[in-house]
Nanobody
Framework: QVQLVESGGGLVQAGGSLRLSCAASGSIFSIDAMGWYRQAPGKQRELVAHITNGGNGNYADSVKGRFTISRDSAKNTVYLQMNSLKPEDTAVYYC????????????????WGKGTLVTVSS
């Protein structure tokens, strides 16, 4: 059993900052890529940022220069530092990870957190 639990969402004024965290727990053998997605009301879920197990990150154009993704592999945790927030960043943010479990070490399976709400007021 594997769980991803996000934290750090909330209400912030435009121009402000938030830091999201996502901790993976359970019968984890290893974690490949980790990432953050978001879904705004009435819109499809979209990739925000993605980081490999080597630490290489990539970002959606809409957040480049404002958001930074990082991970602590020892803690099975991924972070998203969000600066210069805009009202259009308002969404539920979901954590995603490709995880190899102790029982299935060969194939990495996609896991999702339940999401954390970020609201940016103008």
């Amino acid at each position: 059993q594997v769980q991803l639990v996000e934290s750090g969402g909330g209400l912030v004024q435009a121009g402000g900052s938030l830091r999201l965290s996502c901790a993976a727990s359970g019968s984890i053998f290893s974690i490949d890529a980790m990432g953050w997605y978001r879904q705004a009301p009435g819109k499809q879920r979209e990739l925000v940022a993605h980081i490999t197990n080597g630490g290489n990150g990539n970002y959606a154009d809409s957040v480049k220069g404002r958001f930074t993704i990082s991970r602590d592999s020892a803690k099975n945790t991924v972070y998203l530092q969000m600066n210069s927030l805009k009202p259009e960043d308002t969404a539920v943010y979901y954590c995603n990870a490709d995880i190899r479990t102790v029982r299935n070490r060969i194939i990495a399976v996609d896991y999702w957190g339940k999401g954390t709400l970020v609201t940016v007021s103008s």
